[in-house]
């Protein structure tokens, strides 16, 4: 806690200007200084803090996935790559989750944390009973895996570990192929945790298969084990859902409603949403009191958008989200470009259903590549970017980008990615979590959401006696 209490300031550098994130005694702030270069500099051939730490690595191309099994180190990626990643978290909570994971003798190879537990959403209650931390843990044999937790903590398992390991391992790959162990109580934390291959992970970030695990991924999360394949892998899964935001919404609006935008995208289609089983303000929730951690995620990729600016002269003011606003180039090229180079697998439901709204055939369109040469990236001088090429739009791209009901489509497109996997992994809980785990778990979701109703009531009747007062 010391560390909090204590005044400090986190500079992260970008290309076109200075964000500054300050953080001050007893709560933290975020606010953006901008720093405009002068006129007159040259054009520097030195790297970039934020071709480190955001990459311009094009991984919707098809060699990417070659690449990323090369990568085995950190050593492999460019020093500073992805740290955006890294939320900062109180110390001693940051310390007793990891101090957690190894109470577990079945390795681990990516692990974080996320959730209210972790994160303020701004709905907590005063209460004597602790709130559970949801932890998501990435392995790399699934099957043996469970056969070593079930050996070490039957507890944490319904009946079905009865069936053996390759039962559960089975069960775990039907819809977002996770399988959770909710209200389990280990080294003084009540904790649930989802189990995921490291393949099926990577896989969902790069492809978006499901948006499932890919979606939590894109709000803030405390990583307490990390990995160079998956750090990668979400970098370019930060980078599809800023370009997906950016083709929802219009040409100009505010970091926030950037942000908000974002943070919803994984909640699209969820039939938890629609059954009333969630919050309706989950994601005012999560944004508003996130605010700072979306902008250390976020600010060091959107910088490096050619397509993205600043809307507006601010030089050397220091503004809150809410009133900082961008403006997108809406030119169909350069938005045929972020088309083009969407996750595979959600690309291709949009390619589907605008081959049918335009009646034309999307594979007599080639995929032109530029070069990857390094002359092109100066600030990025790392072996792979001589082997990733950056993926360009094609005519059919264009097509879509110029069409006014994009966004539209793109929403149809996210509820089909996300409704099946996440009824699926629903529906799987009763089993996974056992009957009476089960009905506590959505008795709390409702409960929730019965509470942020009523709170929601009560602040919009004192808003006349606020008036009058």
């Not at 200075?18 to 002068?38: D, E, K, N, Q």
């Not at 335009?358 to 995929?367: N, Q």
Request: proline letters at 6%; a positive charge; one cysteine or more.
């Amino acid at each position: 806690m010391r560390s909090i209490h204590r005044a400090r300031a986190r500079v992260a550098v970008v290309d076109s200007f200075s964000v500054r994130i300050l953080r001050f005694s007893g709560r933290s702030a975020a606010c953006l200084c901008l720093v405009r270069p002068s006129s007159s500099s040259a054009p520097s051939s030195a790297p970039s803090p934020s071709s480190h730490i955001a990459g311009d690595l094009d991984l919707s191309h098809p060699l990417s996935e070659r690449h990323l099994h090369e990568i085995k180190r950190f050593s492999d990626l460019p020093e500073g790559f992805g740290v955006n990643q890294h939320i900062p978290i109180d110390n001693h909570l940051k310390e007793h989750l990891r101090g957690t994971l190894w109470k577990f003798k079945a390795p681990i190879r990516y692990a974080f944390a996320y959730g209210s537990g972790v994160f303020s959403q701004g709905t907590s209650a005063q209460t004597a009973q602790k709130p559970q931390i949801d932890l998501i843990f990435g392995v790399s044999h699934v099957q043996h895996w469970h056969s070593l937790n079930i050996t070490q903590y039957p507890e944490h398992y319904s009946a079905l570990r009865r069936l053996g390991s390759a039962a559960v391992a089975r069960v775990q790959e039907l819809g977002a192929g996770v399988y959770f162990n909710p209200y389990v109580e280990l080294n003084g934390l009540v904790i649930k945790y989802g189990v995921i291959s490291i393949e099926r992970l990577t896989q969902d970030l790069l492809s978006w298969d499901t948006l499932y695990v890919s979606g939590r991924l894109h709000k803030p999360v405390k990583i307490l084990r990390d990995d160079p394949r998956v750090r990668l892998a979400n970098q370019r899964n930060l980078f599809s859902v800023l370009r997906t935001a950016l083709l929802l919404l219009p040409e100009t609006f505010t970091e926030h409603e950037l942000y908000s935008t974002i943070a919803s995208i994984s909640y699209t289609g969820d039939p938890r949403m629609q059954v009333g089983a969630e919050n309706p303000q989950k994601v005012t929730n999560i944004v508003t009191n996130q605010i700072q951690h979306f902008h250390r995620l976020y600010a060091p990729l959107i910088d490096t958008l050619p397509n993205l600016q600043l809307s507006g002269a601010y030089d050397n003011i220091s503004l809150s989200s809410d009133f900082i606003s961008l403006k997108q180039d809406m030119d169909p090229v350069r938005r045929g470009n972020m088309v083009a180079r969407l996750p595979t697998s959600f690309k291709q439901r949009l390619y589907d259903r605008y081959a049918k709204i335009l009646s034309v055939d999307p594979s007599k369109y080639s995929t032109p590549v530029e070069s990857a040469a390094t002359e092109a990236n100066p600030g990025y001088n790392h072996p792979s970017s001589k082997i990733l090429p950056r993926l360009v739009g094609t005519e059919f791209d264009r097509m879509i980008a110029a069409r006014a009901d994009l966004p539209q489509e793109v929403s149809r497109a996210i509820i089909d990615t996300v409704k099946w996997p996440a009824a699926v992994q629903s529906a799987k809980g009763i089993a996974t979590a056992g009957l009476s785990k089960g009905f506590k778990y959505l008795g709390e979701k409702f409960a929730k959401r019965r509470a942020a109703a009523a709170a929601a009531a009560e602040r919009s009747e004192e808003k006349p006696s606020d008036k009058s007062s």
